[in-house]
């Protein structure tokens, strides 16, 4: 009986890394599809600002990245050197519709991607760095801001 419960065990294990490694597979194939594709939102769980320490996001702060577009709703934290003429107008609030994307493949796995919005005058560059796993996380550049770093997964667009 001593035996038995070792040679459980051990076949257990087999067979839960043998059900664990496709579906990986799977989640890394779905998301070079959706990031291929330019079909994503990445959600945003945490900030971290170039001062200060990092903070747990709410709930709804993204980033929608299609073909034809790249829609902007993130919070920001930090030094500006402009202050927006309209309060409401906080955070990293906008839609681009001209801009260049580009992706290049890490050497570890997933792929970091740079977007360049040309009809922004505040944004400079969206660096994205997604992993296989589906995490990924945003570096924003500005013009009028300090950089910002947020974390988060990458997910594809809901409809």
Same mark, same amino acid.
């Given at each position: 009986?001593?035996?038995?419960?070792?040679?459980?065990?051990?076949m257990?294990?087999?067979?839960t890394s043998l059900?664990w490694?496709?579906?990986y597979?799977q989640?890394?194939?779905?998301? %070079?599809d959706?990031?291929k594709?330019?079909?994503?939102v990445?959600? %945003?769980? /945490?900030?971290?600002?170039?001062?200060g320490g990092?903070?747990q996001?709410?709930?709804?702060?993204?980033?929608v990245?299609?073909k034809?577009?790249?829609v902007?709703f993130?919070?920001?934290f930090?030094r *500006?050197?402009? %202050?927006?003429?309209?309060p409401t107008?906080g955070g990293i609030?906008f /839609? *681009?519709t001209?801009?260049?994307?580009?992706?290049?493949?890490?050497?570890?796995?997933?792929?970091?991607?740079?977007?360049k919005?040309?009809?922004?005058?505040?944004v400079?560059?969206?660096?994205l760095?997604?992993?296989?796993?589906?995490? %990924?996380?945003?570096?924003? /550049?500005?013009? *009028?801001r300090?950089?910002?770093s947020?974390?988060?997964?990458?997910e594809?667009?809901?409809r």
């Amino acid at each position: 009986m001593k035996k038995l419960l070792p040679r459980a065990v051990f076949m257990l294990l087999i067979v839960t890394s043998l059900i664990w490694i496709p579906s990986y597979s799977q989640v890394s194939n779905s998301i %070079a599809d959706l990031i291929k594709a330019q079909n994503y939102v990445f959600v %945003a769980q /945490t900030a971290s600002p170039s001062r200060g320490g990092l903070r747990q996001l709410d709930p709804g702060y993204d980033l929608v990245v299609k073909k034809d577009s790249v829609v902007s709703f993130l919070p920001y934290f930090g030094r *500006s050197y402009n %202050a927006p003429t309209d309060p409401t107008e906080g955070g990293i609030k906008f /839609t *681009s519709t001209e801009f260049e994307y580009n992706i290049m493949d890490r050497k570890k796995g997933g792929w970091d991607i740079q977007i360049k919005p040309k009809d922004n005058k505040d944004v400079r560059i969206l660096q994205l760095s997604v992993f296989d796993n589906g995490s %990924a996380s945003l570096i924003v /550049t500005s013009n *009028s801001r300090q950089n910002i770093s947020f974390n988060g997964r990458i997910e594809e667009k809901r409809r």
